[in-house]
């Protein structure tokens, strides 16, 4: 069975930096690409950084430069390194495939606030 697990979550205040590990189970990131979604209170999960397995990354336009996803695929794990962070990257972090796989992890709360 899939499973991910996210870690490196917590509170910063704004401008701060926080870097977000997934250990993800079997081969999983050797056969897709690898994503980190977000979920903030009452909006929907949404796809914030991708990396495909050659290494070439997207991100969405709210966090473009400011955002960076890496993976290393002999671990099968994946990263996501957040800095000049601000409120409103306030959310569950998740990390999964790309299109995502029917599982989820708990995924990692990452609160910005002063």
């Known amino acids: 069975q899939v499973q991910f697990l996210e870690s490196g979550g917590g509170l910063v205040q704004p401008g701060g930096s926080l870097r977000l590990s997934c250990a993800a189970s079997?081969?999983?990131?050797?056969?897709?690409?690898m994503g980190w979604y977000r979920q903030a209170p009452g909006k929907q999960r949404e796809l914030v950084a991708t990396i495909t397995r050659g290494g070439s990354t997207d991100y969405a336009s709210s966090v473009k430069g400011r955002f960076t996803i890496a993976r290393d695929n002999a671990k099968n794990t994946g990263y996501l390194q957040m800095n000049s962070l601000k409120a409103e990257d306030t959310a569950v972090y998740y990390c999964n495939a790309v299109p995502y796989l029917d599982y989820w992890g708990q995924g990692t709360q990452v609160t910005v606030s002063s």
């Open positions: 079997g081969s999983i990131f050797s056969i897709y690409s």
